[in-house]
C-alpha cells in the first residue's frame, strides 16, 4: 500500500523540548505513537506530566484520553519499547545533535536512533528528520545506515523527508502550529507527502524546499545569521566598555534609523544558536573552505562569560573588596528567560572563570532543575535563596521574571557589586551591564 496522509500512523522519536509538542498536535489528527528510550521520561507523560513545560498539559490529557477510546482514529500513546515501533509507517526523529567537546557535531544519538529504526523498517516507510544537522547529512550519514540495517533499499523500498525543527522553549505566542514549517522529502512524491502531512497541523503554512539538503542548510544558517549578528554587538559591548560608554545607550540612539537591526549583547547558548553554526564550518572545512565570519563571531561569543566575570572582579577592586574568598551570586543557569531548558547554556563560562579567581559562587534559578543542572554540568544550583546570606557581587545572567522584581538590598552589602548581563533592570540598581 502506497503511503498518504490518511493512512499515516506516526511514531515521533525522542520526547523532548521539540518532539512532545509534535506529537501533541499530531496526536489531534493522527493515531501518535511517542518513542523515547528514557522510561522515566515515558511514565512521567503517560500521567500527563511535562518537566520541560513545553507542553499544552490540558492538550496532552485530551490526546491521551482520545487514545483509549475504542476505534479512535486520533490520540497520543507512549513507549520506549523499540518493539511498539513496528504498527507505524512514518518515523519523525527529533533527537539531540550536540556538539562534542572539540565544537564538532556529535551525531551519536542521531546514528542510534537511525539504527533503531533499520531494525524496524519496512516497505514505503517514511522518516522524517528534524534535528539539526549540517547539509547532507540526512542522506550522507543517516540514510545509509538505514539501509544496512534494513536491508531495504532507499527510495525504491523505503523514503526520507528533512523538516527543520523551530521550536522556541518558553515561547509561548511563537508555537509550534504558528510558526511556518520547511519540508522537504527524498522524491518529489514524498515530498507532497511530507508537506501534505506537516500542512495538516500547521496553521502558519509549510514551505516545500526543493531538496533535502536546501532544507538543512536552511536551518543551519537560521541560527548561524543571528549568532554572527549578536556577535557583532557583543563585540561593540567589549569596544564601548574600553571607551566608557553603554552599548544599550549606543543601540538605542542607532535603533531611531528604520532599517537598524536592534540586537542585544548578552551569553549566546541553547541548544541552537550556539551549536548549529559549528555544524555548518563543519561540512565547510570537510569541502575544503574555512568559514571566516561564522567562526569569528562564535569566538567573540564565546569569550563572553569571562569577560562579564573579570569585568565584575574590576568593579569589586574598584569598591575595595578582597576578592579571594568573597561570595557572589549568580542569578539564572537557563539559557533563556522563563524557561527551565539549561541546554549549552554559557552561565556556567561566569562561573567558572569566578571560582577561578577565588570567588565563592552560588546559583540561583527557580526555573532550573536541580538534578538535571548537576547531571549535565556537575554543579550545584538553588532553587531558593538563604535569607541569611550576604554577597559581595550579584550577576542577573538570565531575565526571568522574578528577577525583574527582586528585592535586592535584601542580599547586598552597601559596597555590592550587581552586573547585569540583560540590561533589564533599573540602571539605578546596577554598577554595570553589557
Known sequence: MQLSVNNSKIAVIGLGYV??????????KYKVLGFDINPSRVDELSHGKDRTQEANLKDLSEVIENNKIENSKTGLCFSSNKEDLRGYNV????????IDQFKSPDLRPLIKASEMLGSILKSNDI???????YPGCTEEECVPVLEKISGLKFNLNFFAGYSPERINPGDKVNTLTKIKKVTSGSTLEIANVVDELYASIITAGTYKAPSIKVAEASKAIENAQRDVNISFINELALIFDRIGIDTNDVIDAAGTKWNFLKYQPGLVGGHCIGVDPYYLAHKAQALG???QVILSGRRVNDNMGPFVAEKVVKLMIQKDHK???SRALIMGITFKENCPDVRNTRVVDI???????GLNVDIYDPWADVDEVRHEYD???LNKLNAEIIYDAIIVAVAHDEFLHFDYSKIKKSNSVIFDTKACLNRTLVDGRL
Do not use: R
Open 19 to 28: 518532539g512532545l509538542p509534535l506529537a501533541i498536535e499530531f496526536a489531534k
Open 91 to 98: 518515523f519523525i526523529v527529533t533527537v539531540p545533535t550536540p
Open 127 to 133: 522518516v522524517i528528520y528534524e534535528s539539526t544537522v
Open 289 to 291: 573552505y574555512h568559514p
Open 323 to 325: 576578592i579571594k574568598g
Open 351 to 357: 562561573y567558572d572563570e569566578l571560582t577561578q579567581f
Open 379 to 381: 554543579l550545584e544550583v
